[in-house]
């Protein structure tokens, strides 16, 4: 069974960082772009970054552009997302996903393509 275990997230002030990972277990996702995801309370799931199978190509939303950076390491099965100069509305829950079916970038910011979802890590952004 496919597992991805998202950790790192916690409470930071404003302009601080924190650095979230993304931990696969069961099958490996090294031949497919992996993405970050959050959901804000009250608000519906957004796309935040994805990455190409060998981190080639990045893509970002423009409200993370030039703050988040999202990274791979396929040796270990593990997705990273650097987060700094963190913004209140940056508060979320953040989730990865991936996902043998999807193989283009462009599908893989998409949430609704993605059948199911881990628990997610907490941020918390303070002012």
């Known amino acids: 069974q496919v597992q991805l275990v998202e950790s790192g997230g916690g409470l930071v002030q404003a302009g601080g960082s924190l650095r979230l990972s993304c931990a696969a277990s069961g099958r490996t996702f090294n031949s497919y772009p992996m993405a970050w995801f959050r959901q804000a309370p009250g608000k519906e799931r957004e796309f935040v970054a994805v990455i190409t199978w060998n981190g080639g190509r990045t893509r970002y939303a423009d409200s993370v552009k030039g703050r988040f950076t999202i990274s791979r390491d396929n040796e270990k099965n593990t997705m990273f997302l650097q987060m700094n100069s963190l913004k209140p509305e940056d508060t979320a829950v953040y989730y990865c996903?991936?996902?043998?079916?999807?193989?283009?970038?462009?599908?893989?910011?998409?949430?609704?393509?993605?059948?199911?979802w881990g628990q997610g890590t907490q941020v918390i952004v303070s002012s």
């Open positions: 996903n991936a996902d043998r079916g999807i193989a283009t970038m462009a599908d893989a910011t998409e949430p609704g393509n993605f059948a199911s």
